[in-house]
């Protein structure tokens, strides 16, 4: 199963809507990040430096809501910290369920056989399982082990009860175009996830390991290598294949971070949830007070070696909706 159609025509209508209205900026997908507390670890995370007090806050179920009611995204992505370890995660993904938007909820997978009964299978809901590598290296990425093994049951027990299944796997400089082919062909074939997405580290100023993330020229080689023979034809990817060639080299984009904002316990984050530059109160706000020229590769040293898919993949895909052979494209999933 790739993007259900049901999604691509959601996110067809509503880029159609924004473009009839002249809105230029609007957001894809929000990054909702309802706490930062996790139960991992891990060797390139941003988030889990807080000191303890902020890593204490829970995000209110209505904040939550009225944010993402308030940027009008079709899409939503709950992330963190583990989204799980929220006491009320599982209401605020109803919530938005019932608001008809498209939730991707973000997991290390350690809570999620134990929470699975406080969620439904849903065309609007999918799990999005963190699995960085085969059981070595992604325990060795995590810092524990047994956490690939742990990953893997309750990706099976999910599928097992109907949930669409997906997987986000982060891909670092001790990455080779076999170890990306590896964990890919593993989620693909063998474990059958619904769709994968994948990313090339950034490297947060606040991450521990500021050695082993990838440069621009590595990303492309690395995706260039792994995708060929067939691999990215065959490879469920949830991405848009515009994206897919920016990550090969064949094409190169500027950061449209508007695109796809981050929403946490201190607001609306400028420009990204990979930088913080400050927050606002509302998505309006952000979009009208952040200077973007300022920002993505060649602007500002912070973005020089990013190719992630919150800056990018929005310019993929307004770059597919101007173009009606890329738009058949991508309806056909290459
Ligand atoms: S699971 Fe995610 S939030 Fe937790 S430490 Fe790892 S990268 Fe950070
Ligand atoms: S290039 Fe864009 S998405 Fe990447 S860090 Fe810079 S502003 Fe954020």
Redesign the pocket.
């Known amino acids: 199963m790739g993007v259900p159609v049901r999604q691509s025509m959601r996110l067809g209508t509503y880029l159609l809507k924004q473009k009839l209205a002249h809105r230029d900026k609007f957001p894809l997908l929000v990054e909702l990040e309802p706490l930062f507390a996790?139960n991992?670890?891990?060797v390139?995370?941003g988030?889990?430096q807080y000191p303890a007090h902020i890593l204490k806050q829970r995000m209110p179920v209505e904040q939550a809501i009225a944010a993402i009611e308030e940027a009008g995204a079709p899409m939503v992505s709950i992330a963190?910290?583990?989204p799980l370890i929220h006491p009320e995660i599982h209401v605020i993904t109803a919530e938005l369920i019932k608001r008809k938007r498209f939730v991707y909820l973000c997991t290390?997978a350690l809570l999620m056989k134990k929470k699975m009964d406080k969620f439904k299978p849903s065309p609007y809901f999918a799990w999005a399982v963190?699995i960085d590598g085969l059981r070595e290296r992604h325990d060795q990425s995590?810092y524990q082990e047994g956490v690939f093994v742990e990953a893997v049951e309750a990706v099976k027990e999910a599928k097992r009860r109907g949930f669409r299944v997906t997987t986000n796997t982060t891909f670092f400089n001790t990455d080779t175009p076999q170890t990306v082919r590896d964990v890919l062909d593993y989620l693909n074939d063998d474990l059958q996830v619904d769709q994968m997405m994948i990313s090339p580290a950034y490297a947060y100023e606040k991450a521990p390991d500021q050695e082993h993330f990838l440069g621009v020229e590595e990303t492309r080689e690395l995706f260039r290598k792994a995708f060929g023979d067939g691999n990215r034809k065959r490879w469920r990817l949830n991405h848009s294949p515009l994206f897919l060639d920016f990550l090969e080299g064949k094409v190169d984009y500027q950061c449209t971070a508007w695109g796809i904002p981050s929403y946490s316990i201190f607001g609306w984050q400028r420009p990204c949830y990979l930088m913080s530059d400050g927050y606002t109160k509302t998505y309006k706000e952000l979009v009208e007070t952040t200077d973007w020229s300022k920002y993505g590769r060649g602007r500002d040293p912070r973005c020089a070696n990013c190719m992630a898919h919150c800056g990018y993949e929005p310019s993929a895909v307004l770059a597919t909706m101007d173009n009606l052979k890329e738009s058949l494209r991508a309806f056909a999933g290459r």
Do not use: D, S
């Open positions: 996790c991992l670890a891990c390139g995370c988030k889990i963190g910290g583990e290390n963190h995590v």
